[in-house]
T-cell receptor, first 108, second 115 residues
Framework: KNEVEQSPQNLTAQEGEFITINCSYS?????LHWLQQHPGGGIVSLFM???GKKKHGRLIATINIQEKHSSLHITASHPRDSAVYIC??????????FGTGTRLQVFP | NAGVMQNPRHLVRRRGQEARLRCSPM?????VYWYRQLPEEGLKFMVY????????ESGMPKERFSAEFPKEGPSILRIQQVVRGDSAAYFC?????????????FGPGTRLLVL
């Protein structure tokens, strides 16, 4: 069993829909990251969380440390949001442990 | 302030050749991380370096792979005697500090294809 599990693996949506991607982890962590990987392969860091909730534009990330769970929400989704969204946890120390990603496609 | 730079972006090698991948961290960043993404798999940690020091190489294959981050110049990931299974995207990330709450900034990756 992976230490970081994401669901769903694949997600399709119509433009304008509200989207939720989930991440569960089984280790103690000091921080959790949400990353976005575009079809060209480049990776962008979206959020780094250690507690609570963060918002940036149409993106919202929440984390529940007790339940070892985080969610990434996209409001008013747009085709340009189509990408792979990756959850990564930092168990302490230096390395990140990654989920396998959620592939999102938003259709106009 | 330029982001993390990696070169080459694409690299083709024949089995048995050497591959050298370079990573220039963001200005002011002294912590470099290398990750590998095998086809259809998630990212995996390989090695964490600070200037002139390897801090954690627990994710590096025991043979053929090495990494350095010299006092001057980019970080280098070196793969000797490449095999087909080394074909992957190799990403470098850098951060200003090692603390857990510090964001890592990723480079565009080097896509290695071994023929």
């Amino acid at each position: 069993k992976n230490e970081v599990e994401q669901s769903p693996q694949n997600l399709t949506a119509q433009e304008g829909e509200f989207i939720t991607i989930n991440c569960s982890y089984s280790v103690g962590i000091s921080a959790l990251h949400w990353l976005q990987q575009h079809p060209g392969g480049g990776i962008v860091s979206l959020f780094m969380l250690s507690s609570g909730k963060k918002k940036h534009g149409r993106l919202i990330a929440t984390i529940n440390i007790q339940e070892k769970h985080s969610s990434l929400h996209i409001t008013a989704s747009h085709p340009r949001d189509s990408a792979v969204y990756i959850c990564a946890v930092r168990p302490g120390g230096d390395k990140l442990i990654f989920g396998t990603g959620t592939r999102l496609q938003v259709f106009p | 302030n330029a982001g993390v730079m990696q070169n080459p972006r694409h690299l083709v090698r024949r089995r048995g050749q050497e591959a050298r991948l370079r990573c220039s961290p963001m200005k002011g960043h002294s912590h470099v991380y290398w990750y590998r993404q095998l086809p259809e798999e998630g990212l995996k940690f390989m090695v964490y370096l600070q200037k002139e020091n390897i801090i954690d190489e627990s994710g590096m294959p025991k043979e053929r792979f090495s990494a350095e981050f010299p006092k001057e110049g980019p970080s280098i990931l070196r793969i000797q005697q490449v095999v087909r299974g080394d074909s992957a995207a190799y990403f470098c990330a850098s951060s200003r500090l090692e603390t857990p709450w510090e964001t890592q900034y990723f480079g565009p990756g080097t896509r290695l294809l071994v023929l």
